[in-house]
């Protein structure tokens, strides 16, 4: 707020908070007249006040001065630009319609004459030598900034209230979680070890700041090439709460010793089932831990398999199914579908020799991803074999027995047409 003195007619100095600025010599239009002092008497110790006669200013050029001398006034206290036009508009009116009948204050104030109101001016015959207004930085620490008179339109608040940072990174526990608004993502890990059972939170802080963490991994485009957000570590189990909302593609893999998974049974978009992470309803499988050694038990529920689901557990011996499924079956540790037609899965540590049962006619894609077969006999008559099924290490090296008789030849030309080259004679049951 500025203090700027002002000489009265008697000599004496007086603040005031906003004055209008000095002009040289003053331009009065029409007639002016001169009201005799009141109070104590006195050179200047009566108010001036300015009749504007004859051809005077119009009421709408003074509006348009008193909405321009409040916008000034708004931009001194470092008011908003946002709210001004809409001041300003809000003010020209009454003002012109005041200006119909007398001067306003506030365009006597643009000839340099009237003062902003009597809460901030005072009768020059109670001003003594020596008064001051209050500093600005005073003004200040009371609290919001008020304008008074015509000019008072609204408050202008000042808040130092400092704002919740939205972007950044918190580690916890040696987990690392990237902040993206009120959110935290679970996207690696720091620190000199991670091993054993691992159980994310469903907040983290920073202070007094909180998130929710709601995503495990980052979301994989065509050009990265991501590890899990816990590859490399030693962790064995992994507990995810039930905020979690989304667990990205990719986003456990690299971890070769974590086992197991499990989900909070509050949360609405995951379950798990035998150490398996699946959908709330168990009708998807979503991932399987490269860790997970043994037999891997789908639920009744599941109807969808994705390709590849198994392929990166190496210790995974033998995928079972229960008897209530409607979508899938097992036989010898291999996955088909429930009509025992199509070859899902085959796990990798089923060993270097497989058997096909007869009846099986196709082999879906990636079902023998991982698997290091030597040894393949076809007991049915298979003539579709998905191009990624085997390895290529499979295809330039294993001996495929098929069955003869009627239809041999189109059977070869089948695995041949799949990339494999080595045959033995007719397979036997």
């Not at 010898?332 to 899965?345: F, P």
Request: aromatic fraction near 4%; charged fraction near 20%; hydrophobic fraction near 40%.
């Amino acid at each position: 707020m500025l203090n700027i003195c002002r000489t009265m007619g008697n000599g004496r100095h007086r603040k005031a908070r906003i004055c209008a600025p000095r002009r040289g010599k003053r331009r009065v239009r029409g007639h002016r007249t001169r009201r005799p002092p009141t109070g104590n008497g006195g050179a200047g110790s009566g108010m001036r006040r300015d009749r504007h006669m004859g051809q005077g200013t119009s009421a709408a050029s003074r509006a348009g001065k008193a909405s321009a001398l409040a916008l000034s006034i708004l931009l001194a206290f470092g008011a908003p630009l946002d709210g001004l036009s809409a001041y300003a508009a809000e003010k020209a009116e009454p003002l012109a319609e005041r200006s119909e009948t007398a001067p306003s204050r506030l365009s006597a104030q643009v000839e340099g004459e009237s003062k902003l109101d009597a809460s901030t001016h005072s009768d020059p015959s109670s001003a003594t030598a020596g008064q001051s207004s209050k500093t600005d930085e005073e003004s200040r620490s009371e609290g919001p900034i008020r304008l008074s008179g015509a000019q008072a339109a609204a408050d202008v608040p000042l808040s130092s209230e400092a704002s919740k940072p939205s972007v950044g990174e918190i580690v916890q526990d040696g987990l690392v979680y990237c902040i993206v608004g009120d959110e935290a993502a679970l996207v690696g890990w720091r620190a000199s070890s991670l091993e054993g059972d691992i159980v994310v939170p469903a907040l983290v802080s920073s202070g007094d700041d909180a998130y929710a963490v709601t995503a495990v991994g980052v979301e994989e485009s065509d050009e990265s090439d991501e590890e899990g957000v816990l590859a490399g570590s030693a962790a064995t189990s992994l507990s995810l709460p039930e905020s979690v909302e989304t667990v990205f593609d990719g986003a456990l893999s690299g971890c070769l010793s974590l086992a197991r998974v499990s989900v909070s049974s509050k949360n609405e978009t995951y379950a798990s089932f035998d150490g398996m992470l699946l959908s709330k309803d168990l009708s998807n499988l979503l991932l399987v831990p490269e860790g997970k050694e043994g037999v891997a038990m789908l639920p009744d529920q599941t109807d969808i398999v994705p390709a590849l689901a198994f392929s990166h557990c190496a210790g995974l011996s033998c995928i079972l199914v229960g008897e209530g499924s409607t979508s899938f079956s097992s036989r010898n540790g291999l996955l088909y579908t429930k009509d025992m037609k199509a070859l899902v899965a085959c796990p990798p540590g089923a060993g270097d020799a497989v058997v096909i049962p007869e009846g099986v006619e196709s082999i879906g894609p990636g079902a023998f991803a991982g698997c290091a077969v030597s040894s393949i006999t076809v007991l049915g008559d298979v003539r579709e074999i998905a191009p990624d099924a085997f390895d290529a290490e499979a295809k330039a090296s294993a001996v495929v027995a098929i069955p003869a008789g009627e239809g041999h030849g189109a059977r070869r030309a089948a695995w041949e047409a799949a990339g494999f080259s080595r045959f033995s004679g007719p397979a036997r049951p």
